[in-house]
């Protein structure tokens, strides 16, 4: 059976306007931006190191104040101003910050405690959070007693017993290994959906990003370059970056020549290029758009490296006068090191790059 969850049902929309960040030095943390979050969505913000992520995130915290002009509002009310605790916020550090000297049931509760609950208010959210988070029979042990997953379900309890109206999670998966990363990312989308609040999730890792959130927010130095689910970007980037950041792509440059001609070279033979693309002077490919075939007359390579991964095979090609191209497989894929094979792409799959002439 389901249990109830044990924050508010009515979830609360956030609306980011022309939200920047001037740091005293005149450092730009994060120049103007927009976005909408809709109630009970997980959205995460996704970037490099220094893109303006976690600057965003301590601007919905009440962390850090905004420049003039900025507006955030939380449902019908300016927060802007507000000081962080009055936002009705949660938040999930990196770190936990869980209290070493207290329970498991302690730290849970500590944000009620402090807010005058009575005792058995505590006790009921912190039995109806346990049972959420799967933390059965660990109720008396200590933070040093847990394992880190278990110590970040430890941390977002904490986080959602105080009923928030918004979830902030900043970079909540760094510590662990990447083995537990990827058994916890699933684990952590279904909770946020079970407790169905607003939250804001912000990563530098993709995988994680795509696992967990229903839209992606990706930033680059102090901008947000576009917003959507993941397959969305990742099929349909608005910008080079967000094509690279998001999976592997190989460039393919077209000399003048071949921009005249309205053909894309591969190695020894040429694809005509798709109207959209024409006046692009580099394309894009992902490795799993290209489909390798028996020669057949067409485009050819030799296969230079195969690389077995477990469930796909990366193989790296050589053509003739162009720089290599990266190809992924199924696993079972028998071509091998020195083998010459026909390529075949589908035209729409390509990816538009960069254009010093019509980019912006």
Same mark, same amino acid.
Request: hydrophobic share 40%; aromatic share 4%; net charge negative.
């Given at each position: 059976?389901?249990?109830?969850?044990?924050?508010? $049902?009515?979830?609360?929309?956030?609306?980011?306007?022309?939200?920047?960040?001037?740091?005293?030095?005149?450092?730009? *943390?994060?120049?103007?931006?927009?976005?909408?979050?809709?109630?009970?969505?997980?959205?995460?913000?996704?970037?490099?190191?220094?893109?303006?992520?976690?600057?965003?995130?301590?601007?919905?915290?009440?962390?850090?104040?905004?420049?003039?002009?900025?507006?955030?509002?939380?449902?019908?009310?300016?927060?802007?101003?507000?000081?962080?605790?009055?936002? *009705?916020?949660?938040?999930?550090?990196?770190?936990?910050?869980?209290?070493?000297?207290?329970?498991?049931?302690?730290?849970?509760?500590?944000?009620?405690?402090?807010?005058?609950?009575?005792?058995?208010?505590?006790?009921? $959210?912190?039995?109806?959070?346990?049972?959420?988070?799967?933390?059965?029979?660990?109720?008396?042990?200590?933070?040093?007693?847990?394992?880190?997953?278990?110590?970040?379900?430890? @941390?977002?309890?904490?986080?959602?017993?105080?009923?928030?109206?918004?979830?902030?999670?900043?970079?909540?998966?760094?510590?662990?290994? @990447?083995?537990?990363?990827?058994?916890? =990312?699933?684990?952590?989308?279904?909770?946020?959906?079970?407790?169905?609040?607003?939250?804001?999730?912000? $990563?530098?890792?993709?995988?994680?990003?795509?696992?967990? @959130?229903?839209?992606?927010?990706?930033?680059?130095? *102090?901008?947000?370059?576009?917003?959507?689910?993941?397959?969305?970007?990742?099929?349909?980037?608005?910008?080079?970056?967000?094509?690279?950041?998001?999976? %592997?792509?190989?460039?393919?440059?077209?000399?003048?020549?071949?921009?005249?001609?309205?053909?894309? %070279?591969?190695?020894?033979?040429?694809?005509?290029?798709?109207?959209?693309?024409?006046?692009?002077?580099?394309?894009?490919?992902?490795?799993?758009?290209?489909?390798?075939?028996?020669?057949? *007359?067409?485009?050819?390579?030799?296969?230079?490296? %195969?690389?077995?991964?477990?469930? =796909?095979?990366?193989?790296?090609?050589?053509?003739?006068?162009?720089?290599?191209?990266?190809?992924?497989?199924?696993?079972?894929?028998?071509?091998?090191?020195?083998?010459?094979?026909?390529?075949?792409?589908?035209?729409?799959?390509?990816?538009?790059?960069?254009?010093?002439? $019509?980019?912006?």
């Amino acid at each position: 059976m389901e249990l109830e969850s044990p924050v508010s $049902t009515q979830s609360t929309r956030i609306e980011i306007t022309q939200c920047a960040k001037t740091y005293p030095d005149g450092t730009r *943390g994060l120049l103007p931006v927009d976005l909408n979050i809709e109630a009970g969505e997980v959205v995460a913000l996704l970037g490099p190191s220094g893109c303006g992520k976690t600057t965003l995130l301590r601007l919905l915290a009440g962390l850090e104040t905004a420049d003039p002009g900025s507006r955030i509002l939380f449902g019908d009310q300016d927060v802007t101003a507000l000081p962080a605790e009055k936002r *009705g916020i949660g938040m999930v550090f990196q770190s936990y910050a869980l209290f070493p000297q207290m329970t498991v049931e302690a730290n849970i509760v500590y944000g009620l405690k402090i807010r005058g609950a009575s005792a058995d208010e505590c006790r009921r $959210t912190a039995g109806t959070l346990i049972d959420l988070v799967r933390l059965n029979g660990l109720e008396k042990k200590r933070p040093t007693e847990l394992s880190g997953g278990q110590r970040q379900r430890v @941390a977002l309890a904490r986080a959602v017993a105080v009923k928030p109206r918004v979830l902030l999670l900043d970079e909540p998966m760094a510590a662990l290994d @990447a083995k537990l990363k990827e058994s916890l =990312r699933e684990e952590l989308a279904e909770l946020l959906r079970r407790l169905g609040i607003t939250a804001v999730h912000v $990563t530098h890792d993709q995988q994680e990003a795509m696992a967990i @959130a229903d839209r992606l927010a990706l930033m680059e130095a *102090g901008q947000i370059m576009q917003v959507g689910t993941a397959e969305s970007l990742y099929r349909n980037p608005a910008h080079p970056f967000v094509a690279r950041f998001l999976g %592997r792509v190989n460039t393919l440059a077209r000399s003048s020549e071949d921009m005249a001609a309205g053909v894309i %070279r591969l190695g020894n033979g040429a694809l005509a290029c798709p109207g959209h693309l024409r006046d692009r002077n580099e394309v894009m490919l992902r490795p799993e758009d290209i489909h390798l075939v028996a020669p057949n *007359g067409g485009a050819t390579a030799r296969i230079a490296r %195969r690389t077995f991964l477990g469930d =796909r095979v990366q193989l790296q090609l050589e053509l003739e006068g162009q720089p290599p191209l990266m190809v992924e497989a199924h696993g079972l894929l028998a071509y091998a090191p020195g083998d010459i094979v026909g390529l075949e792409i589908d035209t729409e799959r390509l990816l538009p790059a960069r254009n010093d002439a $019509t980019a912006a």
